[in-house]
T-cell receptor
Framework: AQTVTQSQPEMSVQEAETVTLSCTYD???????LFWYKQPPSRQMILVIR??????QNATENRFSVNFQKAAKSFSLKISDSQLGDAAMYFC??????????????FGGGTRVLVKP | EAQVTQNPRYLITVTGKKLTVTCSQN?????MSWYRQDPGLGLRQIYY???????DKGDVPEGYKVSRKEKRNFPLILESPSPNQTSLYFC?????????????FGSGTRLTVV
């Protein structure tokens, strides 16, 4: 079974600065998907960014980018030019490639991001 | 608007009193799933459904039931709730075919069992 680990329970960043959230995962599969979700105080789960494991190029979405290291099984999220609205819980998630896996998302424990004005 | 609708948003109940949390999606998604969120553990899958009348257990199914009689609805049933089922629950849906789809999540149900 796959596992996802987020080793930083909480991170603090100054507004306009950059913060990097760590995520490592354990899998024996070669094809899979990785995601970062944001959960603000409203509790809504918002997809921030996704990465297909077969793609070597790191995904980017505006101020959000990832550093995907397949061999190291690492998938970190970088938030640039942090804004007050970025304050939230962030979850890293893994999804297997095949339909037989049931489309399950396996989540890490989460990292809370605090943004200081 | 494409969405997953969960109700209720908050629920306080007593041990042993059966309850149902409803979930409905308007995107014609084949796949639906229930997760529970607990501090430090992230979200864990309870049950999932690949299509109508097709359901299966996730990682933490004990104490829960589900049904999928219609494509759009996927209710979560707690026959005899216990305090260890106090948690934040999410329903989610996605297209059935394989792809880098994220999930569309409902807004969550905060359940407290006393």
């Amino acid at each position: 079974a796959q596992t996802v680990t987020q080793s930083q329970p909480e991170m603090s960043v100054q507004e306009a600065e950059t913060v990097t959230l760590s995520c490592t995962y354990d899998t024996s599969e070669s094809d899979y998907y990785l995601f970062w979700y944001k959960q603000p105080p409203s509790r809504q789960m918002i997809l921030v960014i996704r990465q297909e494991a077969y793609k070597q190029q790191n995904a980017t979405e505006n101020r959000f980018s990832v550093n995907f290291q397949k061999a190291a099984k690492s998938f970190s999220l970088k938030i640039s030019d942090s804004q007050l609205g970025d304050a939230a819980m962030y979850f890293c998630a893994y999804r297997s490639w095949g339909v037989a896996a049931g489309n399950k998302l396996t989540f890490g424990g989460g990292t809370r991001v605090l943004v200081k004005p | 608007e494409a969405q997953v609708t969960q109700n209720p948003r908050y629920l306080i109940t007593v041990t042993g009193k059966k309850l149902t949390v409803t979930c409905s999606q308007n995107m014609n998604h084949e796949y639906m799933s229930w997760y529970r969120q607990d501090p430090g553990l992230g979200l864990r899958q309870i049950y999932y459904s690949m299509n109508v009348e097709v359901t299966d257990k996730g990682d933490v199914p004990e104490g829960y039931k589900v049904s999928r009689k219609e494509k759009r609805n996927f209710p979560l049933i707690l026959e005899s709730p216990s305090p260890n089922q106090t948690s934040l629950y999410f329903c989610a849906s996605s297209p059935g075919q394989v792809g880098s789809y994220g999930y569309t999540f409902g807004s969550g149900t905060r359940l407290t069992v006393v």
